[in-house]
């Protein structure tokens, strides 16, 4: 992640040479570092399947109740028109990938609509992290997650600029580990 941030860094300063928008990436860096949202998941020991569907503005299913140590496997499709993202974090990781999505934006590497998987590979922002998928309109994906970790406000958002203050997140509602 920080790696990740870093290079969001010189990226912002390389394109737009904006002292500003370079310190607005550098302040959050670390911040909700000890935050513990689970891990990838071992697809040999998936409890779940959930097939969610995304589009303007939503997730559908909305919440999601999920047993401490759980592993799901998401798949998800994008039948909506514009590109969504599927993040699970803590409030501060969307907010602090949202800039990230900014800078994507701003750069040429995406638009609200398509995805261009060349200019991303040549900034260094493949978006390949293991907590999220990026999909334009009409492609689905699979994550598959371990929710093993003890953040307190893990949700699901899309971090297209945008989206999620139009209401595009979904609340993951933890459960404790009783019935086996
Ligand atoms: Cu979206």
Redesign the pocket.
């Known amino acids: 992640m920080s790696m990740f941030q870093s290079s969001v860094a010189k990226i912002a300063l390389a394109s737009f040479g904006a002292a500003t928008f370079a310190t607005v990436s550098l302040a959050d860096v670390g911040h909700d570092a000890d935050a513990n949202i689970g891990q990838s998941g071992d697809v040999s020991t998936i409890d779940r399947v959930i097939e969610v569907d995304?589009g303007?503005?939503y997730f559908t299913p909305g919440s999601y109740d999920i047993k401490q140590g759980e592993t799901i496997k998401f798949v998800m499709v994008n039948t909506?028109r514009?590109?969504?993202?599927f993040n699970i974090g803590t409030d501060a990781m969307q907010d602090a990938h949202l800039r990230e999505m900014t800078t994507m934006l701003r750069g040429g590497m995406m638009s609200t609509r398509e995805l261009y998987h060349d200019k991303m590979l040549e900034a260094g922002m493949m978006h390949a992290d293991a907590n999220a998928r990026l999909l334009a309109p009409g492609e689905s994906a699979e994550l598959v997650w371990t929710f093993s970790g003890d953040a307190e406000d893990i949700l699901i958002a899309?971090n297209?600029p945008g989206?999620r203050e139009a209401g595009?997140e979904a609340a993951i509602n933890m459960m404790p580990a009783t019935d086996s």
């Open positions: 995304m303007e503005m909506g514009a590109v969504h993202e899309c297209v989206h595009m």
